[in-house]
Structure formats: structure tokens, C-alpha cells
């Protein structure tokens, strides 16, 4: 199992008042396997995201991510495993602004130690930065720049791309494009996606869908 | 919307950012500190420098005095007065007991430019009666053990080292065989031609003490400029940083009806409100660091320049309104930037955290443009310049220029380094480190000036000292040196030493004109000890037997620069005048010095006192010998003393010379310290969006912060390599043109690289304490702060 998560809590304090984001989710991800995450605007998919990639931690919960108990986990083994087993798509502000693309789209493979320079040049291809890899993040538009965060995130081959609205400040048509070519190399790279949508138009095309409420997830049954 | 809820809008910034606030009062009081404690210096000795040349404007009138330097006879006077010459007796000469001149004046015939301080506050029943008082300085009259004590007065009128009296007291007291010289008053018309046997002198216009101090105060001044600037920068970017968070608040205001010039306004208001303030605690601050100081700088002035200030600070209001206003002007200074930004701020513009710390690379081109050009500027002074303005201009276009060019070179270096790193993390540090030169070069042109001025007067310094003590070895070649009380004294002593030494040699002076200004004339008897040791500057063999015989003189390296002599022109002296024959070092004497043979000193000046000499015995003998001595003829212990004492002595007052300028030295480095933590405390704020991708992406916190520290340090010893060439140009310029011009000497440089090395060891200090804060900060950040860059529009 690439993500195993259950009874997951986490709570934040503003001011006096504490707020339970998350109250007992449960959560399995296979290898291969994408899963959209929908909810409300401030119901916690992101607080959820963040705690699966290592980046906070749960109060409470089991979570294993590619073999790594995330509760347990040290500073240096949950940094270890963002460098080697995740690839993060987020909303905004993905790139290292004093490294142009070629650097940015790279840097993570090479902290990994994994870089291989035909799949990255592949990925150029594929997400049309042919042009732009010698310019720097600030003179890239809104949208390039999340090709370049898809990139990278999956230049490394890392086992599990999690990714935060990767679209969402994005015009509805390169939006698209841009899903399209994310769901495309995470299925060529056979990584397991988690991806945080509000759109259900986007939510269907991939594996399965939960819905974050009140703290806790709700299997969406496709439609069809 | 009433603008007094706008104000306090604005100033409650300042309550949830108590440490920006903090940070803006050092920054401010620091710079107003260092600049009013260095302008309390320089006040306090101009006032007793004026008060000198009020209370007794001897100095600056025209005086007769015979030929042959010997004293003017009373008759002598008598006949003159009689024949309608306006001259006023005048007796001086050490008050025997004391460190103090005694001026003895007669009141009646006095002109009327030497008028004493205030007539009132003499009383004149006392001062003129037969034994009448002494007046002395304030706090003198406890020091002061006079034989056969005479009335003593204290008076705050006088400048300290003074004393007078009533010349017929004088006389009495100073055993003096004559009238020291006549007074004439200024532009007085002589109603006959100058008698032969007598000589006039003017004083030159601009040899009075506060012109010859000018230099040495003007030095300070420099050092309290440089240190207001470095905490200008502090300043500066508090100020840019405190703007650029209220952006917010002031769109909001603009959106409520507040126009753009109002808003400008009430921030000026806001600044006016927290400089004066700031201006209160450095005048506060300035005040310790003068009073610290100024015995240092008392001490100087006396050992360079012969100048006295007293050592205790007074109180000046002008000072005080003075710190308070370069403190609002310095605000001003260092707010006009973000104030015009303001003015021009589109009400729609979005906050942009790194905007304005972030400087288009063309203004960085166009600012080392300047740079350079004042650094060219720099060398046409440095090899065409003459004088002390061109030396003082020289040293600030060369650190002018270099602070401008520093970001380019920076720039340069971490693009270099970036480009021979291999690992992905190491050239990401680099490329980092080139983004931060921006906000940080401010604070990094200011480490860079404090370094270099470190470097620069420290080498001077060192330089000197080892100058100083390798000419104190060669001037003090005679292992004893003796002062006898009387002629008769002196010679018994010389009788009863004559079999117990090598050679007596005597140390005798007289005191002339020479060019126009005051000089001192001494006698050399020829001898191997002056042979072999003497500091000769210029000169060739022959020119001891030249001396010996009388056809010739050595002058000092002040008098032969000052003069713009040259070997073999002549020196007027009475009777006669002599070619120059050499010129030799003669450090710390303010005044121009001749040496002639002993014979030809007594032959041209036949009455002057005959009582020191040096004595060369076995080096083993000469502490039983100078015992001996004191013992035989009761001598008081400074009577007798030997060389290693002089030395200590003299380097005790070489050392106290220049612990002013190493304090300065040492307040500018630390200010400069204070302005790299304050705008690496405004960086990271904004480091967050640069350094949350990186973590995300498998960095530790702790990595990063480290990083972070390291890059700090990094900066400080990139700009360490480049300040110290500088600092040796810096020190050359000192030494080959403001000392040669200030002083009248040059030196040799040497360097000192044990002196770079410590000079590293608290450079990194400094940047260690400065990155540490920040460091901690971010190893302890939240993970939510960092994770705020992703999910928030900004
Ligand atoms: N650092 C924090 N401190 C306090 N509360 C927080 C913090 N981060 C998030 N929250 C709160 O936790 C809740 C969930 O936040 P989260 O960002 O996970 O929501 P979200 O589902 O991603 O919303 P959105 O769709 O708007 O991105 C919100 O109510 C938010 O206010
Ligand atoms: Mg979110």
C-alpha cells in the first residue's frame, strides 16, 4: 500500500479557540492508483495534503507513506522522504526564484540523486518548456509555471505526487491542458496520485473521489 | 476622515512590531551617538582653544625680542617706553613645581587685543600689589606645591596650563633675568626705525593652535560621519521595511479619502514623533562616549600639538539642539526614498514584499559606474593632490567609490562561485546568496567602510608605532639624561661625572623665530653616539663635520616639509644664516626644530640655561650611577632619568594618542554589526517564499537555517577580502599625504597581518551574532508559516 491513513486528527489553535481540521480520516492509496480529493473551502484538504507529504504532522492517527510511519518520523526522515518518495504540485509559489526552470525542474531529482537527463528533456517535451528553461521563475507566466512545478514533480519519479489545486489559478482552458499532461506522466511514470480539486468536472477523470467534511472523508460514487 | 485616526492607524504598527521599533531607535540613536559624542570633542576643545586666544592674545600679536634670544633688560624697556614705543613687558617661563606656564603681563601698558578675560572679574587691588596673587585654572591650585607660596587664585576663565600673575610677581617668582619679550599691539605704527639689537616678529596668520588642531579634529569628524552613516543604513532599511508592511493599511486609507499628499504627510508626522526621541538617547549616548573619550583626546592634543583642553566634558545646549536635529535630518535622510515611493503609490498596486529591496541590475551597473568614476577621482588625488583637503578628499572618494562598486564585485563573485559549484544544493546557495545582495548590500557597504577604516587606520597606526619606537631607540642613544637646578649645580655635577662616564653631552635650547614662526634651536656636540644613532632623514656623511664645525645645521622633518626647504638653503638664525646640511625625524614635536653645534648655540644665544645632559656610561653601570647621583646631590627623582623610562613614557603618551581613534574604530564595527542583524531581520521576512519551496522539497528546517548562517558568514569574509586592499590604499593615503600634510612627517608603512587575522575573528563574531536571531527563527519556525506560501494568495 502506497498510503495507509486512518483515524487521522489534527487540530489548530487560533487565539483561545481551537479548531479539529481534521477528526478521523481514513485514507488508502495504491501504487498506480488516482484519487481526487473535493471539499469545501476550509474544510482541510489542504491540512490533509501536508500532513501525507511530511511537510506537518497528525496529532493523532496512523499514517504510513511509501514504508514510512509519518507519526514516528524524524525531521530528517520526513524531509528524506519528500526528497525521495513525493512529488508536490502545489497552488502557487512552487519554484525556487533564484534558480531558472532548467535548475528548478531538476533540483529535486538531483537532491534524490535520481536525475536522469532523458526523462527530464522528455518532460520538457511533453509540457512545452522547450523555450523558457533559461528564463527565471518571476518571468514565467501563472500557468507555465505550473508546468514547471508538474515537472518537476515528477522528474524524480517519486512513487506518490500529491498535488493542491495544481489548476486552480488557472484560466479554465489551460487548466485543461494542463491536468490533461499532469494525469498523462504520473500514468507514463506509474506514480499514485493524490490530487485537491473543487472541480468534479476535473474530480472524474481520475480513479476514485473523496469528499473532506467535518473533518472526516466520504467515498463519492462516479456517476456513471 | 480626521487625520489623527489616520496617525494612530499608522502607529499601531509600531505596537505589533516592537522589535522593528527597537531596531529604528538603535539604528537612530546609535548614529546620532557616535556623530554628537565626536562633535562634543571637537566643541569642547575649540571653546578652550578660544578661550585661549581670548584670555591671552599673546600669541597672536607682534613681539620684540633681542637679537641673540637672550632676555629683554628692564632698562632696555624703560628706554623705549620713553621713546613713545607702545610695547608691554611680558615675562613667561615655567612655574617652577607645576606642569603650568607662568605669564607674567603688565596690566597698565597691556594692548588692548590681549585684554585679558574679563577686566571686572580681576581684582585689581590684588593682582597688582606688591606679592600679589597667582591666578591659576580651575582645580589647579590643589596641585600645586610653590616654594615660598605665593596668593593663589582659581579662576574658570583662564585655559588650563596657564598661570598668571602681575609681572613684577612673575619676575619675583621665576627668578627671571629679564623681560621675555615686548608686546606690541596689532597694527600699531613704530614710531622710529627698529632698533638694531632688536627684532620683530609677526606671528604667520594661521599657525595658531586651532588651525594646526584643525587636522586632528577633522580626523574625528571623519570617524563620527562614517559611524552616523553605518547607522543611517540601519535606519533605512527599518524604515523601507515598516512602509512596505503597511502598504495595506495605507491603500485602505487612501481608499477611505485620506489623499496622497495627507498620508505623506502624517508619516513625516509619525517620523518627526519617534526621531526626536531617538535624537534624546544618542545625544544621551554621545555624551558618555565623549566624556569616555575626551581625556584621550585631551592627552593627544597636548602631546601633538602642545594644545590644552581640559579633560572633562562641559555642558552645551547648542550640542544638545544640535544631536537632536541631525537625529530628524538623518531620519529624513534615510525615509526620503520610501516617503517618495509613497507619494507615488498607484492605489491599486499590490504589496510586493521584495520590491523594494530589489534594485534592477542596471542600477546596480550604474551605481559601480560611479564608483568607479570616484575611485578614478581617488587616484588623480592620491598623484596629483596637494595638501590636507586634497588627502581628506582622497580617502573619502576612495571609500565612497568602493562602497558603490561593492554589490558589482559581489555580484560577480557569488555568479562565479555558482558557476564552479558541482552539487545542486551548493549552487543553489549561491544563486541565493546573489538574490539576498540586494537588501544586504547596504548593510555590507557599511561592514565594508568599517572594515576598511579598521584596516586602513590600524596599519597607520601600527605603522607608526613601529616607526615610533625604532626613532625613540636612535634619539635616545644615551643611557642617562640629567637636569641640574642651577649653573652651579650643573657644574659640580659635571665635575663629579666626568670621571664616572664615557662622554657628558650637552642637551641645551634656545628658542627663536625661525620662518616666521616660534622654533626651537638646540646644540649637538659632536659625538659617535649622535654619529651613529641619529634619525637621519636626509643628508649626506660629511654633514656631522659640517655641523661640528659651525658651517652648517639639521633641521626637523616638519620644519624642512612645512618650509618647502631643500639641502643646502639657508636658515636665517641670529647672526647669521646657515645652508642646511640634513634633515632628520623628530615625531610628536609640533614645532619646527634646528640643531647647530653646542659652540655655536652658546656663541649666538650666550644666556641660555645650561643644565641638561645626557650621559653615555656602561649600560650594567647606569642604574647605580643615576642612584648615586640623586643620592650625592639630592636630586629629585625626575631629575635623573634613564632611557628606558623615556621610552616607556613616550610610548605611554603615543598609546593614549591613538586609544580614541581605536575606540572609534571598535563603536563603528559594532554599529556596522548591528546594521547587517537589522537588515537581515527585514530579509527574513521575506525569505520565507524563497526558502519553503527548497524545504518542501526535502530540506530540513535546521539545514536551511544553517545554510542560512553560513551564507551570512560567507557574505562578512567576501567583503573582509575586499575591504582589506582597501584599507592598505587607505592606509597609504594617511600615511603619504593627510599625515604628511596634518604633521608634517611621513612614514614608512609596514603591514600586519596578525592584526587581519583578529580583525577576521570578530568580523565573523559579528556576523555570527548578527545571522543568529534570524537563524533561530527559522530552525524554529512553524511548519504552518511556511506552509502559508502555498496555500494563500499573497
Ligand atoms: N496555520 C493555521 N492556523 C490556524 N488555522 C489554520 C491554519 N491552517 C489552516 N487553518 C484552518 O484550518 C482549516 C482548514 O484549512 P485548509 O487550508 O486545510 O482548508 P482547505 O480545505 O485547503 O481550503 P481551501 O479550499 O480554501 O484551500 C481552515 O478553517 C483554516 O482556517
Ligand atoms: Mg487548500
Known amino acids: 500500500m502506497l498510503l495507509l491513513a486512518s483515524g487521522l486528527t489534527k487540530t489548530y489553535r487560533t487565539g483561545d479557540e481551537l479548531v479539529r481540521v481534521l477528526d478521523g480520516v481514513?485514507?488508502?492509496?495504491?501504487?498506480?492508483?488516482?484519487?481526487?480529493?473535493?471539499?469545501?473551502?476550509?474544510?482541510?484538504?489542504?491540512?490533509?495534503?501536508?500532513?501525507?507529504?511530511?511537510?506537518?504532522?497528525?496529532?493523532?492517527g496512523r499514517l504510513v507513506v511509501a514504508g514510512t510511519d509519518m507519526v514516528q518520523a524524524t525531521d530528517v526522515q520526513r524531509a528524506a522522504l519528500r526528497r525521495d518518495a513525493v512529488g508536490l504540485v502545489f497552488q502557487q509559489f512552487n519554484l525556487i526564484p533564484s534558480l531558472d526552470i532548467a535548475a528548478n525542474m531538476a533540483f529535486q531529482a538531483r537532491l534524490a540523486g535520481r536525475l536522469d537527463l532523458g526523462w527530464l528533456e522528455e518532460l520538457v517535451q511533453a509540457l512545452g518548456l522547450q523555450g523558457l528553461i533559461h528564463r527565471y521563475p518571476e518571468q514565467l507566466s501563472g500557468g507555465q509555471q505550473q508546468r514547471v512545478a508538474i515537472g518537476r514533480a515528477l522528474a524524480g519519479r517519486p512513487r506518490l505526487v500529491l498535488a493542491d489545486e495544481p489548476t486552480g489559478n488557472l484560466d479554465e482552458a489551460t487548466g485543461d491542458a494542463v491536468m490533461a499532461l499532469l494525469l498523462q506522466l504520473v500514468a507514463q511514470a506509474g506514480a499514485g496520485l493524490l490530487m485537491v480539486t473543487h472541480s468534479p468536472r476535473l474530480a472524474a477523470r481520475l480513479d476514485r473521489r473523496v469528499h473532506l467534511a467535518a473533518g472526516r472523508l466520504h467515498t463519492v460514487e462516479p456517476l456513471a | 476622515m480626521r487625520p489623527a485616526v489616520g496617525l494612530l492607524a499608522l502607529l499601531s504598527h509600531w505596537r505589533r512590531h516592537p522589535f522593528q521599533l527597537a531596531m529604528l531607535l538603535v539604528g537612530l540613536s546609535l548614529a546620532t551617538a557616535l556623530w554628537s559624542g565626536v562633535q562634543a570633542i571637537n566643541a569642547e576643545a575649540r571653546a578652550s582653544y578660544d578661550r585661549a586666544a581670548n584670555v591671552l592674545g599673546l600669541d597672536g600679536l607682534p613681539r620684540l625680542t633681542m637679537v641673540d634670544g637672550s632676555a629683554v633688560p628692564l632698562a632696555r624697556y624703560g628706554d623705549l617706553r620713553r621713546a613713545g614705543w607702545p610695547v608691554s613687558p611680558v615675562i613667561e617661563g615655567p612655574l617652577p613645581g607645576s606642569d603650568l606656564r607662568l605669564i607674567g603681563i603688565d596690566l597698565l601698558t597691556l594692548p588692548t587685543e590681549a585684554r585679558l578675560m574679563d577686566p571686572a572679574?580681576?581684582?585689581l587691588q590684588g593682582f597688582v600689589a606688591v606679592g600679589g596673587e597667582v591666578l591659576v585654572p580651575a582645580g589647579a591650585a590643589a596641585r600645586l606645591r610653590l616654594p615660598d607660596q605665593p596668593r593663589l587664585r582659581e579662576t574658570a576663565d583662564l585655559p588650563p596650563g596657564i598661570a598668571l600673575a602681575d609681572i613684577a610677581q612673575a619676575e619675583r617668582i621665576l627668578a627671571a633675568p629679564g623681560l621675555s619679550y615686548l608686546l606690541l599691539s596689532r597694527d600699531a605704527a613704530l614710531p622710529a626705525d627698529l632698533p638694531a639689537d632688536l627684532v620683530l616678529a609677526r606671528p604667520a596668520a594661521g599657525e595658531d593652535i586651532a588651525r594646526l588642531t584643525d587636522s586632528f579634529h577633522l580626523n574625528l569628524t571623519a570617524f563620527g560621519l562614517l559611524s552616523f552613516a553605518v547607522g543611517l543604513f540601519i535606519v533605512y532599511s527599518t524604515i523601507g521595511l515598516a512602509f512596505e508592511q503597511r502598504r495595506g493599511v495605507f491603500r485602505t486609507l487612501r481608499a477611505l479619502g485620506l489623499s496622497a499628499a495627507a498620508l505623506t504627510g502624517l508619516l513625516l508626522a509619525e517620523l518627526l514623533l519617534l526621531s526626536p526621541a531617538a535624537g534624546v538617547i544618542g545625544v544621551g549616548l554621545g555624551y558618555l562616549v565623549a566624556a569616555v573619550l575626551l581625556p584621550d583626546v585631551a592627552a593627544t592634543l597636548r602631546g601633538l600639538y602642545g594644545a590644552e583642553v581640559p579633560g572633562t566634558l562641559g555642558f552645551r545646549p547648542a550640542w544638545w539642539l544640535g544631536g537632536l536635529a541631525i537625529s530628524v535630518a538623518g531620519t529624513l535622510m534615510a525615509a526620503a526614498q520610501s516617503l517618495w515611493r509613497l507619494w507615488h503609490l498607484p492605489l491599486l498596486a499590490t504589496a510586493q514584499p521584495r520590491a523594494w529591496a530589489h534594485q534592477a541590475a542596471s542600477g546596480v551597473r550604474w551605481q559601480a559606474g560611479v564608483g568607479a568614476g570616484l575611485l578614478a577621482l581617488a587616484c588623480g588625488l592620491g598623484l596629483w593632490g596637494v595638501g590636507l583637503w586634497a588627502g581628506f578628499g582622497l580617502l573619502a572618494a576612495l571609500l565612497?567609490?568602493?562602497?558603490?562598486?561593492?554589490?558589482?564585485?559581489?555580484?560577480?563573485l557569488t555568479f562565479c562561485a555558482g558557476r564552479l559549484a558541482r552539487g545542486v544544493l551548493a549552487q543553489w546557495f549561491w544563486a541565493d546568496t546573489r538574490q539576498?545582495?540586494?537588501?544586504?548590500?547596504?548593510?555590507?557597504?557599511?561592514?565594508?567602510?568599517?572594515?576598511?577604516?579598521?584596516?586602513?587606520?590600524?596599519?597607520?597606526?601600527?605603522?607608526?608605532?613601529?616607526?615610533?619606537?625604532?626613532?625613540?631607540?636612535?634619539?635616545?642613544?644615551?643611557?642617562?639624561?640629567?637636569?641640574?637646578?642651577?649653573?652651579?649645580?650643573?657644574?659640580e655635577l659635571t665635575a663629579w661625572l666626568a670621571p664616572r662616564t664615557t662622554v657628558i653631552l650637552p642637551i641645551w635650547s634656545a628658542e627663536t623665530m625661525i620662518e616666521g614662526q616660534p622654533a626651537e634651536v638646540y646644540g649637538m656636540t659632536d659625538h659617535a653616539t649622535y654619529r651613529d644613532n641619529w634619525p637621519i632623514l636626509l643628508g649626506a656623511a660629511e654633514?656631522?663635520?659640517?655641523?661640528?664645525?659651525?658651517?652648517?645645521?639639521?633641521?626637523?622633518?616638519?620644519?624642512?616639509?612645512?618650509?618647502?626647504?631643500?639641502?643646502?638653503?639657508?636658515?636665517?638664525l641670529p647672526g647669521g644664516a646657515l645652508p642646511v646640511a640634513g634633515v632628520y625625524s623628530d615625531y610628536g614635536n609640533p614645532r619646527p626644530q634646528v640643531i647647530v653645534a653646542t659652540d655655536l648655540l652658546v656663541a649666538r644665544f650666550p644666556d641660555i640655561p645650561r643644565l641638561r645632559f645626557a650621559l653615555r656610561v656602561?649600560?650594567?653601570?647606569?642604574?647605580?650611577?643615576?642612584?648615586?647621583?640623586?643620592?650625592?646631590?639630592?636630586l629629585p627623582e625626575a631629575a635623573v632619568l634613564d632611557n628606558t623610562r623615556v621610552k616607556a613614557m613616550s610610548l605611554q603618551v603615543f598609546e593614549r594618542t591613538f586609544a580614541v581613534t581605536g575606540a572609534l574604530n571598535v563603536l563603528t564595527l559594532s554599529v556596522a554589526g548591528v546594521a547587517i542583524f537589522a537588515s537581515l531581520m527585514t530579509l527574513s521576512g521575506m525569505r520565507v517564499v524563497q526558502l519553503a519551496p527548497v524545504w518542501a522539497l526535502g530540506l530540513t528546517k535546521g539545514r536551511l537555517a544553517a545554510l542560512d548562517f553560513a551564507r551570512t558568514l560567507v557574505l562578512a569574509v567576501l567583503t573582509l577580502v575586499i575591504a582589506l586592499p582597501l584599507g592598505l590604499v587607505l592606509a597609504w593615503a594617511l600615511l603619504a599625504v593627510v599625515n604628511v600634510a596634518a604633521f608634517g612627517w611621513r612614514l614608512p608603512m609596514a603591514v600586519f597581518p596578525a592584526d587581519w587575522l583578529a580583525l577576521a575573528g570578530f568580523t565573523l563574531l559579528a556576523a555570527s551574532l548578527a545571522a543568529l536571531g534570524p537563524w533561530r527563527r527559522l530552525a524554529r519556525m512553524a511548519p504552518a508559516n511556511l506552509l502559508r506560501v502555498f496555500s494563500h494568495a499573497r
Open chain 2, 436 to 491: 539576498q545582495l540586494p537588501g544586504l548590500s547596504l548593510a555590507l557597504m557599511a561592514l565594508m567602510l568599517a572594515l576598511s577604516a579598521n584596516v586602513g587606520v590600524g596599519t597607520m597606526v601600527g605603522s607608526f608605532r613601529l616607526t615610533f619606537t625604532g626613532w625613540l631607540d636612535q634619539r635616545l642613544a644615551s643611557e642617562l639624561y640629567v637636569t641640574a637646578r642651577s649653573a652651579e649645580e650643573a657644574a
Open chain 1, 26 to 60: 481514513d485514507l488508502t492509496l495504491k501504487a498506480g492508483e488516482s484519487l481526487a480529493l473535493t471539499g469545501e473551502s476550509g474544510s482541510g484538504k489542504s491540512t490533509l495534503l501536508h500532513l501525507v507529504a511530511g511537510l506537518d504532522s497528525p496529532d493523532a
Open chain 2, 618 to 634: 656602561d649600560p650594567a653601570q647606569s642604574a647605580a650611577l643615576a642612584q648615586e647621583m640623586r643620592a650625592v646631590f639630592d
Open chain 2, 121 to 123: 572679574a580681576l581684582d
Open chain 2, 543 to 572: 654633514m656631522w663635520d659640517r655641523l661640528a664645525a659651525g658651517q652648517a645645521v639639521l633641521l626637523n622633518e616638519q620644519l624642512y616639509r612645512r618650509g618647502g626647504l631643500a639641502l643646502g638653503d639657508l636658515v636665517d
Open chain 2, 400 to 412: 565612497l567609490g568602493a562602497a558603490l562598486i561593492l554589490p558589482l564585485i559581489l555580484h560577480a
